[in-house]
């Protein structure tokens, strides 16, 4: 009887049996979730040990550095270019307000010399006509004492008419006056003097520091000595 209950307990006719967990459900869920995770680490420990062996991470970050440095030198290159672009802006407004200045000047000048020519033009036709040599004249003579045994004078001549050859002469200075109390006069030396059409001449005659000079005259001749045109200033 024994033996019949045994072998109908081990044969497939035996009754099912059912093994019940004592755990309950959450605790399951924790478990799960706690292995998911150490998988999931143990796959990026994985895969981070793989990169650094086949050197992916190393490369990687040379190649940041190297564009973080291409970078940084394309910025400086960059700042230069702007600042030299900056520095030729300038300079070319500067060049630029130069030239208009100049232009302005140079109108300005323009407009001078023709009303000059005008003025000559006006001037020649007061003058009055004159024939050979006796059409040189002394417009003016000024004298002025410059040191103690000094004087400076200037002379301005001129030869009126157009298309006149060119005069080849020579002009003297005389000074007068009185040196320890006596009269007293002393010529200048002669000088040579071309002139084409109007011409001023200066120059410095020295005499006695005790000498008191009252008239200064100055006197034309041309190449035969034949005096053309003389004038006196006093002082």
């Known amino acids: 009887m024994r033996w019949k209950l045994l072998r109908r307990r081990l044969s497939v006719s035996a009754p099912r049996m059912i093994v019940r967990s004592h755990l309950p459900w959450p605790v ?12 999931a680490a143990l796959a990026l420990w994985a895969f981070e040990t793989g990169k650094d062996l086949a050197g992916l991470d190393r490369a990687a970050r040379a190649e ?28 070319l407004k500067t060049e630029r307000t130069a030239q ?17 020519k005008a003025d000559l033009g006006f001037f020649e036709t007061l003058l009055p006509a004159a024939s050979g040599e006796a059409a040189l004249s002394i417009r003016g003579l000024q004298a002025e004492p410059a040191s103690e045994h000094q004087l400076r004078y200037q002379i301005l ?22 040196l320890d109390g006596q009269p007293w006069s002393q010529p200048g030396g002669a000088q040579p003097l071309q002139v084409k059409q109007y011409r001023r001449v200066e120059g410095l005659i020295e005499h006695p520091p005790q000498a ?12 035969r000595g034949a005096v053309l045109a003389s004038h006196s200033v006093q002082m």
């Open 100 to 116: 208009e200045k100049l232009a302005q000047q140079l109108r300005q000048a323009e407009a001078e010399n023709l009303a000059l």
């Open 212 to 223: 008191q000079v009252k008239t200064v005259t100055v006197k034309v001749t041309d190449a």
């Open 28 to 39: 399951r869920w924790a478990v799960g979730a706690l292995v998911l995770g150490f998988s």
């Open 64 to 91: 940041l550095g190297k564009l973080r440095v291409e970078v940084a030198q394309l910025r400086e290159e960059r700042e230069k270019a702007l600042s030299i672009a900056n520095t030729a802006d300038s300079l």
């Open 157 to 178: 001549l001129m030869q009126p008419g157009k298309a006149r050859p060119e005069f080849s002469g020579r002009y003297e200075m005389t000074l007068a006056g009185t």
